[in-house]
């Protein structure tokens, strides 16, 4: 897959496309959500996939070309989404883990890959944001949002575990987020890159 990518800035005509690609990497459709399971034995386990199974980086790519470009730039939106599911088991005598937690870092910017049409431009990683096609009533799962360019964690998503239960308990949070380029800002033709980073806590 391949990932995507202003400010008010005078546009320029810049022949070319622009093509965004943002690599999904874990650390570690429908009705989404947070549900809880009750399991007959189990130890603590937490689980995160973001994209397709098997421990596939994915590729979410954006080409701003033609329309996107002139008259007015438009924003670019990927159609397909890319799903973020988390799994946490609690033992049954684990009293002291109570939460999970789903952070998100990405690097300051996409970098050019292509110096000779871009050179050294670096396009903004808080120009790619994302809608939560399925978010649940809580609030507590992933959000609608933007990725907030400081090349620190930001936190996504945050919930309970049970706190008391018969048996051990598996809790489930499953996202499908749509990703979109803002292209608020005209950049030189080329090719841009840039990697994010989900990782999963549970404590």
């Known amino acids: 897959m391949h990932h995507r ?32 399971t ?13 994209g397709s199974t098997g421990g596939t980086i994915d590729n979410v790519a954006f080409t701003v070309s033609g329309a996107n470009l002139q008259p007015s730039p438009a924003p670019v939106t990927r159609p397909d ?13 684990a009293l002291a883990v109570t939460t999970v ?3 998100v870092t990405a690097a300051p910017g996409l970098g ?13 990683f808080s120009t790619i944001s994302w809608v939560s096609t399925n978010p649940d009533a809580t609030g507590l799962d992933i959000q609608s949002g933007s990725f907030n360019a400081s090349g620190s964690p930001q936190q996504l998503a945050q919930f309970p575990l049970p706190l008391l239960s ?11 987020l749509r990703f979109r380029y803002a292209n608020s800002t005209l950049y030189p033709s080329g090719t841009y890159t840039g990697r994010v980073t989900f990782t999963a806590t549970m404590f």
């Open 5 to 36: 990518s202003g400010s008010h800035e005078r546009r320029a005509l810049v022949p070319g496309a622009v093509a965004l690609a943002l690599l999904l990497a874990p650390a570690g459709a429908a009705q989404a959500v947070i549900t809880t």
């Open 38 to 50: 009750l399991l007959t034995l189990s130890g603590n386990r937490l689980t995160l996939r973001v």
């Open 81 to 93: 989404t890319v799903t973020v599911l988390l799994t946490a088991d609690k033992a049954l005598l």
């Open 101 to 103: 937690r789903l952070t």
């Open 112 to 124: 050019c890959t292509t110096p000779t049409s871009c050179g050294s431009t670096s396009i903004p």
């Open 166 to 176: 018969l048996l051990s308990a598996r809790t489930e949070m499953n996202n499908a």
